[in-house]
């Protein structure tokens, strides 16, 4: 799985230097870069980031609270403090992981691997769940939110929610691609499709 | 995010722009700019084969960085009469070219595929195509277009408005990211891997063109079409 960035920095030529960095590596990409703090999470439901790189500087005297906020809002999503000049601890605790101003290009590349592999984000990996199966096969059938909720006795929300986790494990987005998938794993047979 | 990006001026040499991005060599014949330019600068190469060095550096633009968004008032002093045909000579080459040169790729590897895998394989490619040719044919070259001709005869319809326009562009493109993950990731790896490997490079080519024909229609066209409707009494 790609990891997808956002840095959340005010000066262009860190923001810009950084995510040079960071897209110079295969399996991350910038997906956004915004000056300060204000749309945050909207951007990030937006770009469906999993790792946000956040100059604590920004947040000033709500540093914590807003950091704490943005972790349960977002269980997914690992935060990342990035430290233009020096900053007590207390200040970068709430972050699980800090880049330094002075890192070097191969230091910021190790660290972003390990970010990425922190508890937040690797969460669950590839194989699809038992549950995320029978959505995907009733999504390969033709059938409709509405009528997966109906069958399953869950809320469309959660269907949503599993039909979206489906998409990120596979990579496949359209329900005609997931019915070859569905197929090509022998999930369903093609008298299924009738 | 762009990983280089050339500053595109009137006055930088064609050849050089080209060298700077090879990906700009496709836009030459969709504005009708034949080769044998020599060492023209765009400026000159333009007003050669009447196209609006304006509008041509600005579709530049978006090629060289798809984040790119042009600046509405800036569009407002462009001419736009080379636009029309620059999209419709898009489509005809994504028509006429590229979707045969896949299909026929597809086609070899539906073959190797046998009768396990190969019918479903070109049920997926069969209804792709149906989309594809309903949104770009039967909708955008049948519907907007002669729409905007008309508007631009200073006729007005009511059957139809540019803010009804459909985005459709995203689902063709995630159908054919789709198709390469299927080619890559899932169908068997000892069936034909190099066809394989030569068809997903040209899906991944022809799918950041799409991806820029799109954003020239959502921040480009729309507002110009817009700006004549709102032009009309």
Redesign the interface.
């Known amino acids: 799985m790609r990891n997808r960035v956002i840095i959340c920095e005010a000066s262009e030529i860190i923001a810009n230097g950084l ?1 040079e960095v960071i ?1 110079s590596m295969a399996q991350f ?2 997906v956004a ?1 915004i000056e300060s703090p204000e749309h945050l999470n909207e951007k990030i439901t937006a770009s469906d980031a999993n790792l946000a790189i956040i100059n604590p500087l920004l947040l000033g005297y709500q540093n914590k609270e807003f950091v704490n906020q943005l972790g349960k809002e977002f269980p997914n999503l690992a935060i990342i403090a990035l430290e233009t000049s020096y900053l007590d601890h207390s200040i970068l605790s709430p972050y699980s992981g800090v880049i330094e101003i002075t890192d070097t290009r191969s230091k910021i590349i190790s660290k972003m691997n390990e970010f990425s592999q922190s508890e937040a984000t690797k969460k669950d990996d590839v194989e699809l769940s038992k549950r995320e199966v029978d959505v995907l096969v009733a999504v390969a059938k033709g059938m409709m939110n509405k009528e997966i909720a109906d069958l399953m006795n869950i809320s469309i929300h959660t269907v949503i929610s599993h039909r979206k986790n489906i998409t990120r494990k ?5 329900v ?2 997931l ?3 569905a ?3 022998n999930l369903i047979d ?1 008298s299924d499709l009738l | ?1 762009s ?1 280089k990006k050339v500053h595109l001026f009137k006055e930088t040499k064609l050849a050089e722009l080209i060298a700077g991005d090879r990906k700009l060599l496709q836009l030459l014949p969709r504005f009708g700019i034949g080769l044998g330019f020599g060492d023209r600068s765009i400026e000159e190469v333009c007003r050669m084969n009447n196209v609006s060095a304006d509008l041509f550096l600005i579709l530049c633009e978006i090629y060289v960085d798809s984040s790119f968004k042009p600046d509405p008032d800036e569009l407002k002093r462009i001419d736009m009469s080379g636009l029309l045909p620059y999209l419709r000579a898009s489509h005809q080459y994504y028509l006429d070219e590229r979707f045969p040169h896949l299909e026929e790729h597809l086609q070899r590897i539906i073959e190797a595929c046998g009768p396990k ?1 190969g ?3 070109s049920h ?1 490619y069969e ?2 195509k149906k989309e594809v040719m309903r949104h770009i044919k039967f909708y955008e070259e049948e519907v907007v277009f002669p729409y905007i001709e008309a508007l631009l005869k200073g006729q007005r319809t009511d059957s139809y408005r540019i803010d009804e326009f459909e985005h459709n562009h995203t ?1 063709i493109q ?2 054919l ?3 390469m ?2 080619l890559l ?3 068997p790896g000892d069936i034909l891997p190099k066809e394989r490997i030569e068809i997903s490079l040209d899906i991944m080519e022809l799918s950041d063109d799409l991806n820029r024909h799109s954003v020239i229609e959502d921040h480009i066209l729309i507002p110009y079409v817009e700006s004549l409707e709102n032009a009309l009494p």
């Not at chain 1, 596979?170 to 359209?174: E, F, N």
């Open positions: 995510a897209d990409d910038v870069r596979t990579g496949i987005k359209s005609s691609g019915t070859v998938y197929l090509l794993n093609e | 995010m990983k895998y019918p479903m394989l997926f209804e792709y689902n995630d159908v990211d789709d198709m993950n299927i990731k899932y169908l």
